[in-house]
T-cell receptor
Framework: KQEVTQIPAALSVPEGENLVLNCSFT??????LQWFRQDPGKGLTSLLL?????REQTSGRLNASLDKSSGRSTLYIAASQPGDSATYLC?????????????FGKGTKLSVKP | EADIYQTPRYLVIGTGKKITLECSQT?????MYWYQQDPGMELHLIHY???????EKGDLSSESTVSRIRTEHFPLTLESARPSHTSQYLC????????????FGEGSRLTVL
């Protein structure tokens, strides 16, 4: 059974620091992996999606990498800002196509201090 | 930009009331989902649909029911609300073809007194 783990559960950094959020999954047979951001009391905002054949995706200050064989993904945030404070979740879609349902991690709560 | 809407955003009701949480999307997505999330906790899939007249139960057992009569609409109903139903309910949608990237609504926070 696929399990998704995100470590650390919470992270606090000063503004301007570059940081890495980690996501690991137990079954390397995935179709894709998606990173989300969730602000308190809100829904999830899709940040990046990486197909299983890709190694990384970039959007602005965000870079997500995928190492399928080791069951790991990282989300790199450059020059962090207080507005980046939120919970970041990763989710994997099992292999077999886009029909599988996403399996979510519990998230990393990020706090960026001014 | 995702066009998926949930109403109401906040609802406080008494025990025993029937409630329907609405979810609509204008993207023509085939797949729609309902997740339940308690504060600070992980998401649990409670219902999903792959198209009109298709509904399935998710990983977490729920006393709620759903229907999918139109592609764009996926309402969730609780026939008799209880305090244990207090939670945030998140609706999401995805296109069946291509990547299946998931887009979420803003959520409906339900409090049952």
């Amino acid at each position: 059974k696929q399990e998704v783990t995100q470590i650390p559960a919470a992270l606090s950094v000063p503004e301007g620091e570059n940081l890495v959020l980690n996501c690991s999954f137990t079954d390397s047979a995935i179709y894709n992996l998606q990173w989300f951001r969730q602000d308190p009391g809100k829904g999830l905002t899709s940040l990046l999606l990486i197909q299983s054949s890709q190694r990384e995706q970039t959007s602005g200050r965000l870079n997500a990498s995928l190492d399928k064989s080791s069951g790991r993904s990282t989300l790199y945030i450059a020059a962090s800002q207080p507005g980046d404070s939120a919970t970041y979740l990763c989710a994997v879609r099992p292999g077999g196509g886009s029909q599988g349902n996403l399996i979510f991690g519990k998230g990393t709560k990020l706090s960026v201090k001014p | 930009e995702a066009d998926i809407y949930q109403t109401p955003r906040y609802l406080v009701i008494g025990t025993g009331k029937k409630i329907t949480l609405e979810c609509s999307q204008t993207m023509g997505h085939d797949k729609m989902y309902w997740y339940q999330q308690d504060p600070g906790m992980e998401l649990h899939l409670i219902h999903y649909s792959y198209g009109v007249n298709s509904t399935e139960k998710g990983d977490l057992s729920s006393e709620s029911t759903v229907s999918r009569i139109r592609t764009e609409h996926f309402p969730l109903t609780l026939e008799s609300a209880r305090p244990s139903h207090t939670s945030q309910y998140l609706c999401a949608s995805a296109l069946a073809q291509a990547t299946g990237e998931l887009f979420f609504g803003e959520g409906s926070r339900l409090t049952v007194l």
